[in-house]
C-alpha cells in the first residue's frame, strides 16, 4: 500500500526550519565526478530520492560513492573501469540525467545516454544540449531512445550563443568546455545561483572561468582538474515553499540557512501581496504585515533573476485564499498547472487559459483527497493543506521526495499537524 501524507488544516504555525542544500545545484554538482580522476567531496548534500538517483547513475558509470547521511557528505571517485551507458531505466526517472552527457564526453570522449523523454510539466526537449555540444565537436545519433555521442580527438573550443535560456543546457556545456582545447564564449548563459554554485565548484577544481550569473560566460579549457571539497549553495525553492507556508498558514516563523538575495523577485511579489520577509544574520523571519488578508498580484516565470517558475505552484496555493483576481502566466514549461484539478478539488477557484491560470481568491479552502502529480505540485498541496478546513489526504507522494529533505518532520517541529502513513 503506497503512503499518503494526512494534514489537519488550521493549525498555527511556530518555530525554525532549516534550509537544506540544492536538489538543482547537487545533481548539476554530481556529474563533475567525470570530469576527473581525483575525488570530488560535496557537503551540504540533501537526503533525496533525486540525489539517490543520480548516485545509482553514477555508480553505474564506474564512479565510487560514499553518502554519509548524518553528515550531509557526498565522496565521489572515478574507478579505472568507466563505463559510458546512462540506462533508460534509471534515465527515465530523472531528467537530470542528461547532466553526464557533457561530462563523459569531455573527459572520455564517448557517452550513450537514453533520451530522458518528457515529464508531467512539458516535452522537455535536449536540443540545445547537443546543438552546444555538436558546437565543441562533438557527433551524435539517436538510436533506439538513446542518444549516442563521439569525440574525434578532443573537444575544441568555440563561441555559442544559446536562443534562450537553458539551466540544463548551460550546465552541460559549461561541464564540457571547461576541458575542451582553447576558449570557449557563451551567450545567452542560464544565471540561476545553481549554475554560480557549479562554476564556483569548477574553479576550485581548477578551472578556468568568468563571467557566471551574467548572460556571456567565458571559458579558459585545461588538461585536467583536480581533488576539491565544495558545500552545496542553499536550496532558494526549499525557502521560498516553507516563505509560503509561513504566510499560507498566516504564521510566524524563522528560517535558518537560508540567503534571501538569491529570491529577489519573489520575495518583492510576497511584500505585495502582504507578506514580509526579513534576514537578520541568524534567521530569516516570515509574517503577514498586520496580519492582514492575502492581496491578489500578478506573476510571471522567467530564467533568473525573474520570478522562479520552481515557486509558481507554491505562490499558486497561496494566490488562491488571496481578496481578488491573480493571474500566473508559466512562461517556462508548457504544461506547468497539474497542481490547478487538484486545488480546485479543494475548493479553489482558478480557470486555466493557455498559458495563464486566472485565480479568483476564496476565503476559505477545503479538505479534500488530492493526488500529486509532480513534484512542485505536490508541495503546492501540502501548503493548501495547511489552511484547508479539514484532513486534506495527498496521494502519489513519492513526488515529494524528490525534492524536499525531511519536511514532514520540519513542518510537524513548527506546529503542523501533518502525517504520513
Ligand atoms: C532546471 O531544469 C531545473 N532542474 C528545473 O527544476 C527548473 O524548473 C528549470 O531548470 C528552470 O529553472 C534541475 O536543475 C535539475 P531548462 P532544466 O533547460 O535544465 C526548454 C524542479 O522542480 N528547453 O532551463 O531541464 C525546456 O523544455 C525542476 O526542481 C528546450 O526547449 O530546464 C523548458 O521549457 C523542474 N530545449 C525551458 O527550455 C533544451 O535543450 C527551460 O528549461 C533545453 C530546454
Not at 69 to 93: H, P, W
Not at 100 to 122: D, E, T
Not at 145 to 154: H, N
Not at 203 to 224: L, P
Request: with cysteine; charged share 25%; hydrophobic share 45%.
Amino acid at each position: 500500500m503506497k503512503e499518503k501524507i494526512f494534514i489537519e488544516g488550521g493549525k498555527k504555525l511556530s518555530g525554525t526550519i532549516p534550509i537544506s542544500g540544492a536538489k538543482n545545484s547537487c545533481l548539476t554538482l554530481m556529474p563533475l565526478s567525470l570530469l576527473s580522476e581525483h575525488a570530488l567531496t560535496l557537503k551540504n548534500v540533501p537526503s533525496l530520492s533525486d540525489v539517490d538517483t543520480m548516485n545509482s547513475l553514477l555508480k553505474s558509470l564506474g564512479c565510487l560513492v560514499n553518502y554519509t547521511k548524518s553528515e550531509k557528505r557526498l565522496n565521489l571517485k572515478m574507478s579505472d573501469q568507466t563505463l559510458f551507458l546512462a540506462d533508460y531505466e534509471i534515465v527515465k526517472k530523472m531528467r537530470a540525467s542528461i547532466l553526464v552527457l557533457g561530462p563523459l564526453l569531455a573527459r572520455f570522449g564517448q557517452a550513450i545516454v537514453a533520451l530522458p523523454g518528457g515529464c508531467a510539466i512539458g516535452a522537455r526537449p535536449i536540443n540545445l544540449h547537443l546543438m552546444a555540444l555538436e558546437a565543441l565537436g562533438a557527433r551524435f545519433s539517436i538510436e533506439n531512445g538513446y542518444v549516442k555521442g563521439k569525440v574525434g580527438s578532443r573537444l575544441k573550443g568555440c563561441k555559442i550563443e544559446f536562443p534562450f535560456k537553458s539551466v540544463g543546457a548551460t550546465a552541460n556545456t559549461i561541464m564540457a568546455a571547461v576541458l575542451a582545447k582553447g576558449s570557449t564564449k557563451l551567450l545567452n548563459v542560464a544565471r540561476e545561483p545553481e549554475i554560480i554554485d557549479l562554476c564556483k565548484c569548477l574553479k576550485a577544481m581548477g578551472s578556468k572561468i568568468e563571467g557566471e550569473g551574467e548572460s556571456t560566460i567565458i571559458i579558459e579549457g585545461v588538461d585536467s582538474l583536480l581533488e576539491t571539497a565544495h558545500s552545496v549553495v542553499m536550496d532558494r525553492i526549499e525557502l521560498g515553499t516553507f516563505i509560503i507556508a509561513g504566510a499560507i498558514a498566516d504564521s510566524d516563523i524563522k528560517l535558518t540557512g537560508g540567503n534571501t538575495a538569491l529570491l529577489e523577485k519573489f520575495i518583492d511579489k510576497l511584500y505585495r501581496v502582504g507578506v514580509e520577509v526579513h534576514q537578520t544574520k541568524d534567521y530569516i523571519s516570515v509574517k503577514r504585515i498586520n496580519s492582514s488578508a492575502i492581496k491578489s498580484t500578478n506573476i510571471l516565470t522567467e530564467p533568473f533573476p525573474g520570478f522562479p517558475t520552481d515557486l509558481q505552484a507554491q505562490m499558486m496555493a497561496l494566490l488562491s485564499i488571496a481578496e481578488g483576481v491573480s493571474i500566473i502566466e508559466e512562461k517556462i514549461f508548457e504544461n506547468r498547472f497539474m497542481h490547478v484539478p487538484e486545488l480546485i478539488r479543494m475548493g479553489a477557484n482558478i480557470e486555466i487559459e493557455g498559458r495563464k491560470a486566472i485565480i479568483s481568491g476564496v476565503d476559505k479552502l477545503k479538505a479534500a483527497p488530492v493526488k500529486a502529480t509532480d513534484l512542485r505540485a505536490s508541495v503546492s498541496l501540502v501548503l493548501a493543506g495547511l489552511v484547508a478546513e479539514g484532513n486534506t489526504e495527498i496521494d502519489k507522494i513519492h513526488h515529494i521526495d524528490r525534492g524536499y529533505e525531511d519536511i514532514i518532520e520540519k513542518l510537524t517541529a513548527c506546529g503542523a499537524d501533518i502525517r504520513r502513513h
